[in-house]
């Protein structure tokens, strides 16, 4: 089946720092959705894509949709420790219609620079 | 505004018993979905509902797992007979289809653990 490339799988962050992850896939998307899971949490909608080149900002998160519609990126600003979490994006190909077709990444862990 | 309610949160249960998972859409969403999340599979869709009717349940393992919704307020996931494997976080997940693209909200999930 089709697959996410997300991207860096971990990293650690020092409070200040900004950070950067992307998905990537062989296929085309219609639509790009970054979310946050919290440890014993379900995943929250962070950010919603819906046009090739789109860029939108949630307050310090800002992210786009990739021009190949086969890419996104999320960017976190100045890194806060409630960054930390896992971070998923997910791709759908079909345009509003098959609702079921949306394709997670594996996640991208953030955490605390010990 | 009242989210995606899942019950129970945490469930531990022996090999062989049957376990019902159970879910409360965002009320007014036309989708349902069910989601399982393991560590070495990561977020997989189950199953997903349009307007209370299953649209596709190919990632649903086996007929040990099924899923109804018997109207727009509420969903069942059964596994019967539960196996260690079926251990996961199962979530819940409804949205709205609109013009210009449409988003999914997930429950806080039921964590599923067969002993």
């Known amino acids: 089946g089709q697959q996410l490339n997300q991207s860096p799988q971990s990293m650690f962050i020092q409070e200040g720092e900004d950070v950067s992850m992307n998905c990537t896939s062989s296929s085309i998307f219609n639509t790009w959705l970054w979310y946050k899971q919290d440890p014993g949490e379900g995943p929250v909608l962070l950010i919603a894509l819906y046009k090739a080149g789109e860029l939108t900002s949630n307050g310090r998160l800002t992210a786009q949709f990739g021009i190949t519609r086969k890419d996104s990126f999320l960017n976190i600003s100045a890194s806060i420790p409630s960054d930390v979490g896992i971070y998923f994006c997910a791709g759908r190909q079909n345009y509003g219609g098959s609702q079921g077709n949306l394709i997670f990444g594996k996640g991208t862990k953030l955490s605390v620079k010990p | 505004d009242a989210g995606v309610i899942q019950s129970p949160r945490h469930e531990v249960t022996e090999m062989g018993q049957e376990v019902t998972l159970r879910c409360k859409p965002i009320?007014?969403?036309?989708?349902l979905f069910w989601y399982r999340q393991t560590m070495m599979r990561g977020l997989e869709l189950l199953i997903y509902f349009n307007n209370n009717v299953p649209i596709d349940d190919s990632g649903m393992p086996e007929d040990r797992f099924s899923a109804k919704m018997p109207n727009a307020s509420f969903s069942t996931l059964k596994i019967q007979p539960s196996e260690p494997r079926d251990s996961a976080v199962y979530f819940c997940?409804?949205?709205?289809?609109?013009?210009?693209?449409?988003?999914?909200?997930f429950g806080e999930g039921s964590w599923l653990t067969v002993v």
């Open positions: 009320s007014g969403h036309d989708y």
């Open positions: 997940a409804s949205s709205l289809r609109r013009a210009g693209g449409n988003t999914i909200y």
